[in-house]
């Protein structure tokens, strides 16, 4: 017995891993055109917990899981969603799957968006947990543009009731995810989502990204987010560029937004343990006259090991007065009208 057991522990792994990421953010005009100051969860990473594991079952088979939850390092609580509530303990990963290192992998249960991976690669700020492109793709996912939202599709970021496959093919990333349309745990109905990225890299990075998701009960598209961008290492430094572009309709299918979101910038690693980046994003609404948001970034994040991070970031924000938060990259947006400067200090632990 005392063999068998040694050998099951030597083709089984399971890690244990989180984020708590902690800090303060002020600015001088919050959405009730007053000045704030309140302690900020996920400055520049969430507050995560989880599980993870693979199995080894030979001739290269693997089986894999992933369980994933949020928290509110503040106060201690569970984050969910409107749709799961509170209640939601792995809110951002439940899932299991199969992978080869030659055919790839398949993956079903809740996880993160394949597009959303993709879009990561060549975001300004990497889908920073604050202040980046992570808010132009929720915000224009769908969530806000309908009564009857898809509860399939969390932010746009994960994907429930889903199947997934992956592989990487020389320099070639690909990730496609398809959400089975049926009602979830609490009784609300869903529609499928399709979810595509392809990433490259090489001396210049690409990526591409399409999602879309229809109305709960029928074929009809509620949203859907189209990107594409490119990154390139010289030395010390990395620039990036990134375009967005979500289209939106309202429960009665009526178009309501179209939206484009051009996002640049540069990382410049000034030490080994140092990186400065400085970006800007420019969202705009086709479909709605002064509808503009610009929002400059400066920050730096100071790794005193490689699991503890001290970091701070400075973002001006001009937003026209129909801006809205389909055209914002700063979580909860800013007033519109108005022009805002935020400043957020904190800390990063991973374990």
């Not at 990487?168 to 959400?179: C, F, H, K």
């Not at 745990?185 to 229809?214: D, E, I, K, R």
């Not at 484009?260 to 343990?273: I, Q, R, S, Y």
């Not at 140092?274 to 970034?297: C, H, M, P, Q």
Request: hydrophobic letters at 40%; charged letters at 10%; glycine letters at 12%.
């Amino acid at each position: 017995m005392a063999l068998v057991s040694g050998m099951a522990a030597a083709q089984s792994a399971v890690t244990v891993y989180g984020n708590i990421d902690v800090g303060v953010l002020t600015q001088n005009h919050a959405s009730a055109g007053t000045a704030s100051t309140t302690m900020a969860n996920g400055g520049i990473s969430p507050s995560i917990w989880g599980f993870r594991g693979t199995e080894d079952l030979g001739g290269g088979l693997k089986a894999n899981f992933n369980l994933e939850g949020h928290f509110a390092p503040d106060t201690g609580a569970i984050v969910g969603n409107a749709t799961t509530g509170n209640g939601a303990l792995f809110r951002r990963q439940a899932n299991v799957g199969l992978s080869s290192a030659g055919l790839g992998t398949v993956t079903l249960g809740n996880m993160y968006s394949p597009a959303i991976l993709a879009f990561a690669a060549t975001d300004p700020r990497g889908l920073r947990e604050n202040f980046s492109g992570l808010y132009s793709w929720a915000y224009n996912s769908g969530v806000l543009s309908s009564t009857t939202p898809n509860t399939n599709n969390d932010v746009g970021v994960f994907l429930q009731n889903a199947i997934s496959y992956s592989n990487t093919i020389g320099p070639v990333g690909i990730g496609a995810a398809y959400s089975l349309p049926e009602r979830n745990t609490v009784g609300a109905p869903s529609g499928a989502v399709y979810s595509l990225g392809v990433t490259y890299s090489g001396p210049v990075s690409l990526s591409a990204a399409y999602q879309s998701n229809n109305k709960p009960n029928t074929s009809d598209r509620l949203s859907s987010i189209y990107t594409v961008g490119a990154s390139y290492t010289m030395g010390a430094f990395t620039g990036k560029l990134n375009f967005l572009r979500g289209e939106n309709r309202d429960t009665n299918l009526v178009d309501i937004s179209k939206v484009n979101v051009f996002g640049l910038g540069v990382d410049w690693k000034t030490a080994a343990n140092n990186t400065v980046i400085a970006a800007a994003y420019f969202g705009n609404d086709k479909d709605r006259s002064e509808a503009k948001t610009n929002t400059f970034l400066l920050s730096d994040e100071y790794a005193l090991s490689k699991r503890t991070t001290l970091y701070g970031q400075l973002a001006y924000v001009r937003a026209d007065k129909n801006a809205s938060l389909l055209t914002t990259v700063v979580a909860g947006g800013t007033a519109a009208d108005t022009n805002t400067t935020l400043l957020n200090v904190g800390i990063k632990h991973s374990f």
